[in-house]
T-cell receptor, first 115, second 113 residues
C-alpha cells in the first residue's frame, strides 16, 4: 500500500510569484485535504477536495486554489505569493464511502520559503 | 467558533517517567477528537482518536487519552516515556466530519535520558 506522497520536498519562491504543490493520495482514498503549518504552529485547514470538487474551505483567500484529478491526486496553487505564505504545506488523504469518512493520512509535506 | 488549546508549549520529562499532555476544545456538538505526533521533518501520525463510546481511548505506541465532556478536555497520557517519544504533539477536533480538522498549537516534548 502506497502512502501519501508530496512533491517537491522543498521550494524557494520570490514574493509575487505563483507556486504549484502536488500530492498523491494513498491507494484507495478519494478525498484530499490541504493544510498550512507555519513555523511553531499547528496545521490550519485550507480546503478539501472530494470527487474533483471543493468540499469545504478554511479561512484562506481565493489566491489559494486547488484541483483534484480523476486518479484522486491533487494540486495546491498559490498565486501572488506573500512572505507569510512561507510554511510547511501538508496534504492528507482519506476515504469517503457510504456517507462515512475514515481516518486521514498525512504526507511528509512541502516546505515553501518565500523571499 | 471551534478551537483547540494546548496550555503547555513545551514539556521536558525524564525517560521512564509518566507523561500527560493537556488539551481543551471548544465545539458545540459532540466532537471528533484526535491526537497526532510530528517528528522533525516528518508528516503527522495519528496516535489515537475518539468520536463515541468508551471515553478512555487506547492508541499506538502505548498512548491513551481520556475524553471528559464536562471539562471539554482530551488529555493524552503515557505511563512510561521513551526517548523516541520526543516530538511535537497536536490535539485536534474534527469539524462537521471526520476529516476537516482544527489543530491546537502543539506541545513540544523533550525527553531527558
Amino acid at each position: 500500500e502506497t502512502g501519501v506522497t508530496q512533491s517537491p520536498t522543498h521550494l524557494i519562491k520570490t514574493r509575487g510569484q505563483q507556486v504549484t504543490l502536488r500530492c498523491s493520495s494513498q491507494s484507495g482514498h478519494n478525498t484530499v485535504s490541504w493544510y498550512q503549518q507555519a513555523l511553531g504552529q499547528g496545521p490550519q485547514f485550507i480546503f478539501q477536495y472530494y470527487r474533483e470538487e471543493e468540499n469545504g474551505r478554511g479561512n484562506f483567500p481565493p489566491r489559494f486554489s486547488g484541483l483534484q484529478f480523476p486518479n484522486y491526486s491533487s494540486e495546491l496553487n498559490v498565486n501572488a505569493l506573500e512572505l507569510d505564505d512561507s510554511a510547511l504545506y501538508l496534504c492528507a488523504s482519506s476515504l469517503v464511502s457510504g456517507g462515512a469518512t475514515y481516518e486521514q493520512y498525512f504526507g511528509p509535506g512541502t516546505r515553501l520559503t518565500v523571499t | 467558533a471551534q478551537s483547540v488549546t494546548q496550555p503547555d508549549i513545551h514539556i521536558t520529562v525524564s525517560e521512564g517517567a509518566s507523561l500527560e499532555l493537556r488539551c481543551n476544545y471548544s465545539y458545540g456538538a459532540t466532537p471528533y477528537l484526535f491526537w497526532y505526533v510530528q517528528s522533525p521533518g516528518q508528516g503527522l501520525q495519528l496516535l489515537l482518536k475518539y468520536f463515541s463510546g468508551d471515553t478512555l481511548v487506547q492508541g499506538i505506541k502505548g498512548f491513551e487519552a481520556e475524553f471528559k465532556r464536562s471539562q471539554s478536555s482530551f488529555n493524552l497520557r503515557k505511563p512510561s516515556v521513551h526517548w523516541s517519544d520526543a516530538a511535537e504533539y497536536f490535539c485536534a477536533v474534527g469539524v462537521a466530519s471526520y476529516d476537516k480538522v482544527i489543530f491546537g498549537p502543539g506541545t513540544s516534548l523533550s525527553v531527558i535520558p
